[in-house]
Nanobody, 124 residues
């Protein structure tokens, strides 16, 4: 399974962006896909997750109410809709995947499949 993240860019505070994570491979539709981000000089942090089997969504407190995860099963793509962007959202955003859901879903160490990252810069 391979992951391809896209959709990043340079936007102003308050703007919106939609990131995409396309999964390819024979069993890609069975994977749980989550989003992390990493700002310069900081550790990679959890952003949001979508549990495939139940459709349950989880978000970091810092993005709750502003970001929304969704999935297009036909396209094997997970989206991260980011609204009301703030300068502190500036980071490289990564999607990651895992076949079996882990209750410690926000820990990056549990994921062995990663996309290449897409840069999001929020600046006036």
């Amino acid at each position: 399974v391979q992951l391809q993240a896209s959709g990043g860019g340079l936007v102003r505070p308050g703007d919106s962006l939609r990131l995409s994570c396309a999964a390819s491979g024979r069993t890609s539709s069975t994977y749980n896909i989550v989003w992390f981000r990493q700002a310069p000089g900081k550790e990679r942090e959890f952003v949001g997750a979508l549990r495939r089997s139940l459709g349950t969504k989880y978000y970091a407190d810092s993005v709750k109410g502003r970001f929304t995860i969704s999935r297009d099963n036909a396209e094997n793509t997970v989206y991260l809709q980011m609204n009301s962007l703030k300068p502190e959202d500036t980071a490289v955003y990564y999607c990651a995947a895992r076949m079996h859901w882990n209750v410690d879903y926000s820990a990056a160490r549990h994921y062995d499949l990663w996309g290449q990252g897409t840069q999001v810069t929020v600046s006036s």
